[in-house]
C-alpha cells in the first residue's frame, strides 16, 4: 500500500469519506493477494450458470478474474464508495468487458432482493468492520452488531441461494475474526468450513 492512500489509524476505514479520497488516487489494489493465490479455492464453487456478487470491490479485479473463469449468469460487485463504483465502471467500459455490473451499496443494507445470487465472496471487506473489535473473545458490541448485519444480509435464505465465501489473512492477530463465526454465528446457518493454508483462511457457510 502507497504511503499517500495509506490511513493515519485504522479507524479512519469506518470512516466513507476516507475509502473516497483513497480511491481517487489510487489506481488498483488487491486485498490480502490477488485471485492466483485463491483459484484453487473458488473455482469448485464456480460453474457457467451461477451468477456470483463480490462484496466490498473497492479497485480490485477480482470480479474480472471470476468472469473469466467462465462464469455466465453474472457478476455483480458492490462498494460504499461511489468513487470506487465509478472509476470500476468507466474501466470495464474502456476495456470492454460486459457481464460485470458495478453497484453503490452498503454491505450492512443489501438492496437486493432474494435469491439474486448463488454465491457470495468477500475478500477483507469484513476486516473494515473489526478495527475497533477490542478483545477477540469478548469483542465490542457495536462490532459485532454490524459484523451480524453484513452476514445475516448476504447469508443465504437472504439474497443468495449458495454458499458465501469469507477470506482473511492467514497472520496471528486475524485470527480474531473466527469468533464472530463461532461464538455468533447468524440465527439459521453455520460455519460449515475453515480451510486454512500458510497464507489465508477461507471460511464458508450454509443455511
Not at 4 to 19: E, F, K, M
Not at 56 to 77: A, H, Y
Not at 123 to 142: E, H
Request: hydrophobic share 35%.
Amino acid at each position: 500500500m502507497d504511503d499517500d492512500v495509506a490511513p493515519c489509524t485504522a479507524l479512519a476505514y469506518l470512516d466513507p469519506s476516507y475509502w473516497d479520497q483513497r480511491f481517487e488516487k489510487e489506481e488498483h489494489y488487491e486485498w490480502l493477494k490477488d485471485f492466483s493465490h485463491f483459484r484453487h479455492l473458488l473455482t469448485p464453487l464456480l460453474s457457467p450458470s451461477i451468477s456470483v456478487l463480490e462484496v466490498g470491490c473497492g479497485n480490485s479485479r477480482l470480479g474480472e478474474e471470476i468472469l473469466r473463469e467462465g462464469v455466465s449468469g453474472g457478476v455483480t460487485c458492490i462498494d460504499l464508495s461511489p468513487v470506487a463504483v465509478h472509476r470500476m465502471h468507466d474501466r470495464l467500459v474502456e476495456q470492454g468487458t460486459s457481464g460485470v455490473d458495478v453497484v453503490v451499496a452498503d454491505m450492512l443494507d443489501m438492496p437486493f432482493e432474494s435469491d439474486s445470487f448463488d454465491l457470495v465472496i468477500e475478500k477483507g471487506t469484513m476486516d473494515a468492520l473489526c478495527v475497533d473489535i477490542g478483545d477477540p473473545w469478548n469483542p465490542n458490541p457495536t462490532t459485532v452488531d454490524n459484523v451480524m448485519k453484513m452476514l445475516e444480509a448476504t447469508l443465504p435464505s437472504t439474497i443468495f441461494r449458495g454458499p458465501w465465501v469469507y477470506m482473511v489473512c492467514r497472520v496471528e492477530h486475524i485470527w480474531h475474526r473466527l469468533p464472530l463465526f463461532l461464538l455468533h454465528p447468524p440465527e439459521g446457518n453455520e460455519v460449515t468450513r475453515v480451510q486454512s493454508s500458510p497464507r489465508y483462511v477461507t471460511c464458508s457457510s450454509k443455511h
